[in-house]
C-alpha cells in the first residue's frame, strides 16, 4: 500500500490506526471487545515496519551511511523471540517492562496503559508529518490485489488457528 498511495501517508496512517484502537482498547467493556481492538490495533504495526524500512531505503543513498541507518534500524526495531511459550517483541518487551513497572508504583488502572500509547502513538504521527519530508511520499502507482490478500490474511489466520 506504500508504494501505491506512498510510504510517509500509509505509515503516518499506521501510527493513527495504532493509536485510535489503542484509545478504544481503554474503554473495552469486556473481554471480547478488548480483544476484538487489540486484534485491529496490530494492522498499525503491520503499516509501520515495511513503509519504516522503504523510508529509510528511499531517504538514503547507497553507501555507508544507509548501511549504518539499515544495521541501526535492525538492531533496535521489534523483532520476535521465543520466550517461553509466548512470542514476545524484544524492544516491546524491554519499554513495557519498564513502562508497567512505573504504572505499578502509581496504583493507576491498565487502562491508563493503552491510553498513555495512544497519546504516545499520536505523537509519533504528529512527528512523522512534521519531519518526514513529503518527497519521501510519491507514490509509484500500480493496484492492490484485493482477493490476494484476503485469501492470504485467511490462510494465516486458520494457519496459526489451528496451531493455537
Not at 478504544?24 to 494492522?43: C, H, K, M, Q, S
Not at 509466548?86 to 508497567?100: H, P, Q, T
Not at 502509581?106 to 502513538?121: C, H
Request: hydrophobic share 55%; charged share 10%.
Amino acid at each position: 500500500m506504500g508504494d501505491i498511495y506512498g510510504k510517509k501517508l500509509i505509515f503516518v496512517l499506521g501510527w493513527v490506526w495504532l493509536s485510535l484502537f489503542n484509545l478504544a482498547t481503554g474503554f473495552a467493556p469486556n473481554e471480547i471487545v478488548y480483544d476484538v481492538f487489540r486484534a485491529l490495533a496490530g494492522i498499525g504495526p503491520s503499516a509501520l515496519m515495511p513503509n519504516a524500512s522503504a523510508l529509510f531505503g528511499t531517504a538514503y543513498q547507497p553507501g555507508p551511511r544507509k548501511n549504518m541507518v539499515f544495521a541501526v534500524f535492525g538492531a533496535v526495531a521489534p523483532r520476535t523471540i521465543l520466550c517461553g511459550e509466548e512470542l514476545m517483541n524484544a524492544a516491546g518487551f524491554v519499554i513495557g517492562a519498564v513502562w508497567g513497572g512505573l504504572f505499578g508504583q502509581f496504583d493507576v488502572q491498565w487502562r491508563w496503559i493503552y491510553w498513555s500509547m495512544a497519546v504516545v502513538s499520536m505523537i509519533y504521527a504528529l512527528s512523522t508529518v512534521i519531519v518526514v519530508p513529503n518527497e519521501l511520499n510519491l507514490p509509484t502507482g500500480g493496484s492492490f490485489d484485493y482477493i490476494g490478500s484476503f485469501l492470504g490474511v485467511s490462510g494465516l489466520i486458520l494457519i496459526f488457528f489451528s496451531l493455537k
